[in-house]
C-alpha cells in the first residue's frame, strides 16, 4: 500500500500549487494553497471532498461511495484495494484539484499555469458530469 501512496503523492504534487503534509488522522492531506484537495490514509482510503452536486454525481456514476462518517455531505470516499484502484483514485483527485482550481482566489492564481477546460478535457467526464463542473468553475 505505501507504494501506492507514495505514487499518489509524487503525481499529485507536480500539479502547481499542491502541497502534501500529514493529515491529523494518520496518512498524508494534500492542499492547493489552504484548501483541502483530499486525503489518502495510510489503509488505502481516499476522502475528499466536493460540491454535494459534484458529490451526488460521482456516487451514481459509481467513482466513489458517501464518506464513510460524512455521509450528508460533499465528501466522498474511494478505497484503493489493487493497483488499478490508484489510477482511478489519481483521477478524483484530479477532478478536486481542477474544481478547486478554477473556483475563487485559486483560479486567478493559476490562471496562467493551468489551463482548467483542457484538463478537465483529459479527465473524459460524462456529459452529466461536465454540465456540473461547467456550472460550478467559469470556463474561458
Do not use: C
Amino acid at each position: 500500500m505505501h507504494q501506492h501512496i507514495a505514487h499518489l503523492q509524487n503525481v499529485i504534487t507536480s500539479w502547481p500549487g499542491m502541497t502534501a503534509q500529514p493529515h491529523r488522522f494518520g496518512g498524508i492531506e494534500f492542499n492547493l494553497g489552504s484548501v483541502e484537495v483530499g486525503h489518502v490514509h495510510f489503509n488505502g482510503m481516499v476522502d475528499i471532498p466536493f460540491n454535494s452536486k459534484l458529490r451526488n454525481q460521482l456516487i451514481a456514476e459509481q467513482r466513489a461511495v458517501p464518506h464513510h462518517l460524512l455521509k450528508d455531505t460533499g465528501w466522498i470516499s474511494f478505497y484503493i484495494r489493487e493497483a488499478a484502484d490508484v489510477e482511478r483514485a489519481l483521477w478524483l483527485f484530479r477532478l478536486s484539484y481542477l474544481f478547486n482550481a478554477g473556483r475563487g482566489s485559486s483560479r486567478a492564481a493559476l490562471a496562467d499555469v493551468v489551463d482548467i477546460p483542457a484538463a478537465f478535457d483529459q479527465l473524459e467526464p460524462t456529459p452529466a458530469l461536465r454540465g456540473i463542473f461547467d456550472k460550478l468553475t467559469t470556463r474561458r
